[in-house]
């Protein structure tokens, strides 16, 4: 157990609808950074959260958005859905976000669009 | 930036033989390279890093890795694999966006090990 908890673990939603995933970071960490896995694009960078304020954004597209709130969970928040956004989608936290800190996984959101 | 390569999609060993998942980095300064184990429907678990110091680094169950700078390279090894190693390994660095260093995985490499 990473001590990293993602909920929920499964979604099936249809295409143009909204979804919340949750993620709660180990206790302490500071640092929590969203993935998304799907077979051809493998881990993809989405966005960073550190201590409640966004440091660094990747490959994420302006319909998804995420929060990290006071108590240091966060929420990734994806409208209007197409089959495509279908996939893995993982959160890790870490202490810090320096270069030589590992980070460390929850067990992922499978989310399928309909 | 920062950036690590896996050239195999997939390796194949028999059970008792050593493996070997390989994996290229490019980095500016001091690399600090990771490895990370996938089982399937599973997030990623953190094996081992290279930050400094020995070459040779030991990680969870029974891995390693050897670092080498001048062929740019992070290699996973473990001397006798178990049907239980099969698995999805990533090598990972953190690369530098917008100011903060964000894990960056290699692309993955499927460890499959026969009985």
């Known amino acids: 157990d990473s001590g990293v908890t993602q909920t929920p673990k499964h979604l099936i939603t249809a295409t143009g609808q909204r979804v919340t995933l949750r993620c709660s970071p180990r206790?302490?960490?500071?640092?929590v950074y969203w993935y998304q896995q799907s077979l051809d694009q493998g881990l993809q960078f989405l966005i960073q959260?550190?201590?409640?304020?966004?440091?660094a954004k990747g490959n994420i597209l302006e319909r998804f958005s995420a929060q990290q709130f006071p108590d240091l969970h966060s929420e990734l928040n994806l409208s209007s859905l197409e089959l495509g956004d279908s996939a893995l989608y993982f959160c890790?936290?870490?202490?810090?976000?320096?270069?030589?800190?590992?980070?460390?996984f929850g067990q992922g959101t499978r989310l399928t669009v309909v | 930036a920062q950036s690590v390569a896996q050239p195999e999609d997939q390796v194949n060993v028999a059970e008792g033989n050593p493996l070997t998942v390989k994996c290229t980095y490019s980095?500016?300064?001091?690399?600090?390279l990771f490895w990370y184990v996938q089982y399937p429907n599973r997030g990623l678990q953190f094996l081992l890093k290279?930050?400094?110091?020995?070459?040779l680094v030991k990680g969870s169950y029974g891995f390693e890795a050897e670092f080498n700078k001048s062929q740019t390279s992070f290699h996973l090894k473990k001397p006798s694999a178990l049907v239980s190693d099969s698995a999805l390994y990533f090598c990972?660095?953190?690369?530098?966006?917008?100011?903060?260093?964000?894990?960056?995985f290699g692309r993955g490499t499927s460890l499959i090990v026969h009985p």
């Open positions: 959260y550190y201590n409640g304020e966004e440091r």
């Open positions: 980095v500016s300064g001091n690399p600090y």
């Open positions: 206790s302490g960490d500071l640092s």
């Open positions: 290279y930050i400094t110091g020995d070459n």
């Open positions: 890790a936290s870490s202490f810090t976000a320096e270069r030589g800190t590992e980070a460390f």
């Open positions: 990972a660095v953190r690369d530098i966006r917008g100011g903060s260093y964000i894990p960056t």
